[in-house]
């Protein structure tokens, strides 16, 4: 269930960001509660950094209201920034210092003592697994190693609030799985968490619930299960076939599920028992290349909420 | 207050790493540019008698010029690649913005860190020029003052340029037809009045022209003999640290809020 209004970290109604006539983010309306995993999830340009850069307090909204921790970004933007966490879309280390000098020189910023420091940068770099790299420069580091790094040091000031901006983008698949095993003890250890992603793997991994978002607007809201629920089925078969074939297919698939989508290179077709549609489709002369009976996922409500791909 | 003093704190860490060789420049440059052309080429100058250069040795007006000069290179240098790598490649700015640190605070803290920057290199310098002994007043001291205002009236305007750039290709721009022209044009290495009469205004205009002329007339004591002048010429050097600091946080401002 969406919080209620008085017992949320984030409060949105009608937040809206433009640039000159360009709207980036249009009149939406969200509230994240405390120890909840909350994710924006959309393709790229939909207006998620925008909306991060607004309750991170260093974007002023253009139009609605916004309330960050039960503050106005407006008039308390350092009061705010002081409370929370940021792991940027781009990685802002400085890499000419070592790891350790990293998380340091970052608790200075919030007004921590050295000592206070350096106690936190101890604990931070076990949890992020780069205890023994702490002297090391951060320049040669892999790009997991400089994401856990941010991440470790987002958490210096014990955050109430943790914003993450598509924190495993670029990265490898191994690097991705250790990034969302760390993030899942934050969730477990009951931080707020909200991140935006256009994977729906990681929305699906790390959000406890989420709003879609498609150019500037949110278009739906739920947890992971919900939104499958509401605008998917439960399975889908996907057929592909030989180059040129998919134009003649016109009729021939019709009935056979509850929706189907035409993807450029593939059909799929929506139904509770994807087996009984594949078979189906056997029976009636079909012969794809492939066919591949899954389960629904996020990137298909997407595709039944706008039609396209989240990442094309 | 603090938080200028956190942005200070993480540039001086910076410079921590580099500092042996650093110190190591700031020292070496003024011995070979004060032995090759204050000894060796003043040698030359001195011998045509010193009445252009109002009874002084060659090395004696040069030492002054040549000390201001260095620390407009240093200032412009400064306000250039470290403003736009904190803001486009390392983006550490970014960093601090996210923090409970303003963008008044970087500005600020990263102006004073190259206002400390550039009062090492003019100390080094000073006791250098003293060494040599080129310097003919105890008021030497406050040529290390005036060095830096004049390193700060071209580091705040070129600071304020940096923070709208996203890339150094202008930079070559300021250094090539910016600081070598008012490096050899004003009144470092002869006095303007040398130049022909239409070019002379270059120098009026030129931040460095006024450094040159107020920290000449300390180092060598002469300052007491035209009052008026040397005012002027301190005011406009406070006149443009001040706006162009004012600018700075402004252009910096809008950069970090712009993302």
Known sequence: MPPSPDSSLIHARGLTKRFGDF??????????????SFG???PNGA?????????????????????????????????????????????TLDTELTVRENLVLYGRYFGLSRAECGRRADELLDFAQLTDRQNDEVEPLSGGMKRRLTIARALINEPDLLLLDEPTTGLDPQARHLLWDRLYRLKQRGVTLVLTTHYMDEAEQLCDRLVVMDK?????????RQLIDRYSTKEVTELRFP????????????????RIERLADRVLLYADDGEAVAVAAHERG??????????????????????????? | MTGLTRVIEHRAVQYRRTYRSSVFTSFLSPVLFLTAMGIGLGGYVDRSGGAALGGLTYLQFLAPGLLAATVMQSAAFEATFPIIGGLNWQ????AMYATPLSPRDIALGNLVWMAIRVAMIASVFTIVIVAFGAAHSPLVVLGIPVAVLTGMAFAGPIAAFSATQRTPNRFNVIFRFGITPLFLFSGTFFPIESLPSFLQPIAWVSPLWHGVDLTRGLVLGTVAQNPGL?????????????ASTWATVQTIERRLVRG
């Open chain 1, 23 to 36: 709207v980036a983010v249009d009149a939406i309306d969200f509230d994240v509660a405390k120890g909840e």
């Open chain 1, 40 to 42: 924006f999830l959309g």
């Open chain 1, 47 to 91: 207006g998620k950094t925008s909306t991060m850069r607004m309750i991170g307090c260093v974007s002023p909204i253009s139009d609605g209201e916004l309330r960050v921790l039960d503050h106005d970004p407006g008039t308390e933007g350092p009061t705010i920034r002081a409370r929370i966490g940021v792991v940027p879309q781009q990685d």
């Open chain 1, 216 to 224: 500037a607007k949110i278009v739906a809201e739920g947890s992971p």
């Open chain 1, 243 to 258: 180059a040129g074939v998919q134009e003649t297919l016109d009729g021939k698939l019709d009935g056979l599920a509850e």
């Open chain 1, 286 to 312: 079909l012969e794809p290349e492939t066919v591949l009976v899954r389960r629904s996922t996020l990137e298909d409500v997407f595709l039944r909420l706008t039609g396209r791909s989240l990442i094309e």
């Open chain 2, 91 to 94: 983006r550490t700015f970014h």
């Open chain 2, 230 to 242: 040397m005012f002027a010429h301190l005011a406009i050097l406070v006149t443009i640290v001040a």
